[in-house]
């Protein structure tokens, strides 16, 4: 019988990945790569040392009170962790650990391509061409909304947030206007280029572009309805690669049809991997499959990351990026 610590991965991870925690570990893995019921996670709890959840497995208190777990450790592969229960983790002696840092360039890059891609017809001008609707050039053939110099309100400035901020200010010579419960002081923000705005309503009234870069937690939650798309400026554009639950999604579907809002560039929604049929209707959307961090070096960073995590805990140590 195996004496190693044995950890379950939710999910495939890059084989790369896979193979060194292998020389460590006994690894259980989800070889069918479908999000795991409740009862495998419950299963999982009772019988290895440490589990690796992705934001596909709702750990819900249900799935956590579990009586007398092994599982001592949930090293998440991401860093978004509202789908965990921290306080049920925490009551049953189960520390939680996130992915921070690896995935911001990525996450970052992604919302850029969002924000051309929405600005510039990328998606639809592709869609068209290979439909052979292009009958050739002309100048007034899908005409975009111009970024370089435009306003991005960023909502969230976290890692995420700066990383678009330096992206948006340095590149495209955006003005940046932001907004955070912890703002970065008027030195700070002067160094990095941005605004820090009075509140909600003041960013979505000034910024051309509004971009999501916060967690959901019961404050954030729908945090972007029906009366504050009223407030945004008529053909203004929503991003959101932070999560689906941070908008209603339903009043955005009615923003875009009445063309209040040009457009949206969405990564991420309420209730994954199901994408609103009337959203999936308007062709001024554009709608991407949760790739924000989907990279090969950042994947495979992710997975070193919860490596490291795992390692130093069960070597009895505080593991880097304990969040619960
Ligand atoms: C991850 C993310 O791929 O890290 C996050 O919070 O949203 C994604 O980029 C996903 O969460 C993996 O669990």
């Known amino acids: 019988m195996s004496s190693r610590t044995r950890i379950v991965l939710s999910r495939r991870w890059p ?46 208190a249900g799935v956590l009170r579990v009586p007398s777990p092994r599982t001592r450790i949930l090293a998440n592969f991401g860093v978004g962790f509202e789908h965990i229960d921290l306080d049920a983790a925490r009551r049953s002696g189960i520390v939680v650990t996130n992915t921070p840092d690896v995935l911001t360039d990525c996450t970052a890059d992604l919302t850029m391509a969002l924000i051309l891609a929405t600005a510039r017809g990328v998606a639809s001008g592709d869609r068209m061409l290979r439909a052979g609707d292009w009958a050739g050039w002309r100048p007034t053939h899908i ?114 049809r009445s063309k209040r809002l040009a457009a949206a560039g969405l990564d991420v929604y309420a209730r994954e991997p199901e994408v609103p049929a009337e959203l999936r209707e308007i062709g001024r959307v554009v709608l991407l499959p949760h790739l924000g961090s989907a990279t090969q070096e950042t994947r495979e960073a992710m997975g070193m990351r919860v490596k490291e995590n795992l390692d130093r805990f069960f070597a009895g140590e505080e593991p880097p990026d304990r969040v619960a």
């Open 143 to 256: 005409p975009g909304v111009r970024v370089s110099g435009k306003t991005l309100g960023l909502v969230g400035f976290g890692r995420i947030g700066r990383a678009v901020a330096r992206r948006a200010g340095l590149g495209f010579g955006m003005r940046v206007r932001v907004l955070d419960p912890r703002p970065p002081a008027d030195e700070e923000a002067r160094d990095l280029g941005v605004e820090v705005c009075a509140d909600l309503d003041d960013l979505l009234e000034t910024s051309d572009f509004v971009s999501l870069h916060c967690p959901v937690t019961p404050k954030t939650e729908r945090m972007i309805g029906q009366s504050q798309f009223r407030r945004m400026r008529p053909g203004a554009i929503l991003i959101n690669t932070a999560r689906g639950a941070l908008v209603d999604e339903r009043a955005l579907a009615g923003a875009l």
């Open 15 to 60: 084989g790369r990945i896979e193979a060194l925690l292998e020389e460590d570990y006994e690894v259980w893995r989800n070889d069918h790569d479908q999000p795991m019921s409740a009862a495998a996670m419950r299963q999982a709890l009772r019988r290895a040392d440490g589990f690796c959840p992705t934001v596909t497995d709702r750990m819900d």
